[in-house]
């Protein structure tokens, strides 16, 4: 357990964040710098760069030989994407898929033919890419973006993954550490050792692809940040958005629950420590940046309502709750987010959480961005808790506002049974 | 030990084994009363298994169609998983139509439904018992086009639910005539168990 806790400690580090920066194959390392922008390279030496940089970075349009195990993952996620284009969960909306491609593109530059986006409608912050240029973005990621420089820190990073050839390389290690296991297991048979002792190898050598991984999620953070200097953005947008989804997480109540030996990410807090530090050193190094939030917000905010709903379809309130203070502590479209507060409450049903629901709707009321529907729910609320004058009010002032709602018959019909309700009592 | 005997065993420890991957039963063309929950009758046979709080019924296989009768459900519970799996909305006895709707909502979500649209609700009776019928349309990730009819009814403090679900271009029309039959002869008897 020792030495595979020491195993899993050989990772790489700051250094490896740096790597991506220092990539000259990628093309110069430029950004809105100033002319003594030199300076402000990360000291990294050529010898560490070459450590890091174990394969040369996969060349625009290249399509590895039919004859090399690297042909293999690819045609694996051809077929992957092939499916990924039929499924319903991809979003099919012509502009935000613009919009996000349109950014793959800007920081894949040279590569951006070589990389197809696709948006899934899929609740949780995430992103992946695939050996053969395919990305998956989730809404979840693009729900809790705050900027465009946030959104693109995460595209930058699955970028780095397939320029860098992350999967082949991470095939061929598990290859190699599968044959040294086999090679000790059978030095271990030869004298009499232990079945333990086979399984402490076996731990070894997981603990060691983790490990390897992580360090791929290093390198690829660190191409990233280097393509957001590269396009003008804010450098220390990188660091922000692993601190947004920090505090989401605190909020929940989430434990650190980060395993040495086997996560195959570094903690979050590590990666916001880290960029944060190389951001910070950038940045002042920069002659004009951005964040394009007004852009990001024109894109994202029209859709909102419909992946706060995917996410309070989880049915996880902590969760739900958690999302909406971060949101709302971005401060945009305040009303929208207290009413969707209100509602992750609602589903729960409870009269406490009913009548918590009701103060957040009350808190919605009069802010930007607060739904007309907010009154269906909130005359739903009081008629559950057979507060049915107000009930009634809050549910006409929805019809009034609505005439044309689908569900207007069934609101005429609940208004009537909660006056035959009181009529009856 | 005879190899008679031997043989014998053999054959028995088999059967036992394969009894196990006998999941599905025939559901004769008959009167059926479900633990005294739900009254019904059917003039084809169906083939039937039981699912944590369901029983379901199925033609072609549940991915094509299926049938559901679930346990009536008590409040603060759900009729689709055990309380530790949380992702399901529970159940409460003082929903209203609406909430009742969105629980359904919430619910197939959570079974991997995208889309889910209805074309309907309208109040029913099962026997003397108010309820409700949503009839409604989803896709699966596949993209399969599926459709749906669910009866909800809140009764002795529980939950009373069946749903329908088919693919939509040739399952749910080829069943829909015989499913609005047997859900035309559904009743919940006055005297629920609890």
Not at chain 1, 25 to 33: E, I, L
Not at chain 1, 192 to 221: K, Q
Not at chain 1, 304 to 317: A, G, Q
Not at chain 2, 136 to 156: P, V
Request: aromatic share 8%; glycine share 6%; with cysteine.
């Amino acid at each position: 357990m020792i030495v595979a806790l020491l195993a899993a400690g050989c990772e790489g580090g700051q250094p490896l964040y740096e790597a991506g920066l220092k990539d000259e194959a990628f093309g110069k390392f430029a950004g809105r710098a100033s002319a003594s922008d030199e300076a402000a390279r990360p000291a990294l030496s050529a010898e560490e760069v070459d450590r890091f940089i174990r394969l040369e970075n996969i060349r625009p349009e290249e399509r590895p030989p039919i004859e090399s195990d690297e042909a293999g993952v690819w045609l694996i996620a051809d077929r992957a994407e092939a499916s990924v284009r039929r499924e319903a969960d991809r979003i099919r909306d012509a502009e935000l898929n613009s919009y996000v491609h349109g950014n793959v593109c800007k920081l894949a530059g040279a590569y951006c033919s070589s990389v197809r986006s696709y948006v899934v409608r899929v609740p949780t912050f995430n992103a992946s890419m695939s050996p053969n240029g395919m990305m998956m973005v989730h809404t979840g990621l693009l729900l809790r973006a705050g900027n465009e420089a946030e959104m693109n820190a995460v595209l930058g990073h699955e970028i780095g993954h397939f320029l860098r050839r992350h999967s082949v390389q991470r095939q061929r290690m598990i290859a190699q550490t599968k044959s040294t296991l086999a090679w000790l297991s059978f030095a271990v048979a030869l004298v009499g050792g232990s079945l333990n002792l086979m399984d402490l190898s076996s731990t070894i050598g997981i603990a060691n692809v983790m490990a390897y991984e992580r360090d791929h999620e290093r390198e690829a953070d660190g191409y990233g940040l280097r393509m957001l200097f590269d396009q003008g953005y804010d450098p220390r947008a990188a660091s922000q958005i692993w601190s947004r989804l920090i505090r989401e997480k605190e909020k929940a109540g989430e434990q650190r629950r980060f395993n040495p030996m086997l996560a195959t990410h570094p903690a979050p807090q590590e990666r916001m420590a880290v960029l944060g530090e190389i951001g910070n050193a950038l940045a002042p190094r920069m002659s004009a940046m951005e964040l394009g939030r007004r852009k990001h917000l024109s894109m994202i905010l029209p859709r909102r309502h419909m992946w706060i709903e995917d996410e309070i379809r989880l049915n996880d309130l902590k969760h739900a709750d958690a999302l909406l203070d971060v949101l709302i502590e971005d401060g945009v479209n305040l009303g929208e987010l207290y009413y969707y507060k209100g509602e992750a409450y609602r589903k729960q049903g409870s009269k406490e959480k009913l009548e918590k629901a009701l103060e957040f709707y009350d808190q919605a009321i009069g802010r930007n961005g607060t739904p007309d529907r907010l009154h269906k729910a909130k005359g739903l609320v009081l008629a559950r808790l057979e507060r049915n004058a107000e009930a009634i009010e809050a549910l006409e002032k929805y019809l009034a506002l609505v005439p044309e709602d689908p569900d207007a018959a069934l609101l005429r019909s609940q208004i009537e049974s909660i006056r035959k309700k009181v009529g009856n009592s | 030990m005879s190899g008679g005997w031997k043989a014998g065993l053999s054959a028995a420890v088999l059967l036992v084994f394969l009894a196990g991957c006998t999941r599905y039963q025939l559901a004769e063309p008959r009167l059926y009363n479900f633990e005294n929950h739900y009254l019904f009758k059917t003039r084809t046979a169906w083939n039937t298994t039981s699912e944590y709080r369901a029983v379901m019924w199925t033609k072609s296989g549940e991915i094509l169609d299926a049938l559901y009768f679930f346990e009536p459900t008590p409040n603060g519970q759900s009729p689709f998983a055990p309380e530790s799996q949380e992702k399901f909305p529970p159940f409460r006895t003082n929903m209203t139509v609406l909430d009742l709707r969105d629980f359904l909502t919430t619910s197939l979500s959570n079974i991997k439904a995208l889309d889910i649209e209805y074309q309907s609700a309208k109040p029913i009776k099962l026997g003397q018992t108010d309820a409700h019928r949503f009839d409604f349309t989803y896709r699966r990730k596949s993209r399969l086009e599926m459709r749906g009819i669910a009866l909800l009814a809140i009764h002795d403090h529980h939950l009373y639910f069946v749903l329908f679900m088919a693919e939509s271009s040739h399952y749910y029309g080829a069943l829909i005539g015989e499913v609005e039959e047997i859900l035309a002869s559904l009743r919940v008897p006055a005297k629920a168990k609890s």
